[in-house]
């Protein structure tokens, strides 16, 4: 069964834009990303729109439908009533490249600023052992398909700019949570401290628990209860353990 459904899709670059108005064709069983693909088949051929797997999986096609941010892939278009107006838009945390195109070179960069996994010493690749616990533990953070849906929503930097340069946003702290909880991760060895270089170089303190970024994850990720809650425990268990304080005031007086 066909019917026509009312769009209204942001149009623009990085200077101006505005929402438009379209009437477009939609069959059973398709999806948002469906009708903006016949969009630009039939009525706006220059309509830009980043997508690649059209499977949930490439974390291509981030925008926010009907104010809420998703992947255009897979929302159907059934959870919509046929007289609705839906309203697509660019992320609205990133600069706008062209139309529903953003620029997420943000998260490229936070990510280039979290230390990598600090292979064990005289442990080679293939002789790594773990507990299946700790395998599950982070098989789930490693699920994330960067759609970055979770950076685009949280409250700390989506109306501030000025936040960015200070904050990493749920997707990294996640990964340096993982990376902390990691029980092969030997930076500490070398001189890292996770948990201190979360709270003082990527803004964990930022983060309240609002749990919007879980709210949004299209991998039903637990970002906030199993990965930044946790950090953030294990950052003020560090701050004051005793020995751990004991231990500062020596090195301090050394240095
Ligand atoms: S839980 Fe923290 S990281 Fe997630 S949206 Fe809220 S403030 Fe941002
Ligand atoms: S954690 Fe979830 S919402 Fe955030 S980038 Fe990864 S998949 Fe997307
Ligand atoms: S097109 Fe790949 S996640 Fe939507």
Known sequence: MSYTAHFRVWRGDDKSGELRDFDVEVNEGEVVLDIIHRLQATQASDLAVRWNCKAGKCGSCSAE????????????????????????????????????????????????????????????????????????????????????????????????????????????????AELDMHPLDAAEERGLDRKRSAQEEHGLGYCNITKCCTEVCPEHIKITDNALIPLKERAADRKYDPLVWLGNKIRRREG
């Open 65 to 176: 439908v009907n104010g809420r941010p998703r992947l255009m892939c897979m929302t159907r278009m059934s959870v919509f009533d046929e007289s609705e107006t839906i309203t697509v838009a660019p992320m609205r945390a990133f600069p706008v490249v062209r139309d529903l195109v953003t620029d997420v070179s943000f998260n490229y960069t936070k990510a280039r600023e979290i230390p990598s996994f600090a292979p064990p010493a005289g442990v080679a690749p293939g002789e790594y052992r773990m507990m299946q616990e700790d395998v599950g533990r982070s098989q789930e953070f490693r699920k994330c398909i960067e759609c970055f849906l979770c950076q685009n929503t949280c409250h700390v930097v989506r109306d501030h700019e000025e936040n960015k340069p200070v904050f990493a946003g749920p997707r990294f702290l996640m990964r340096i």
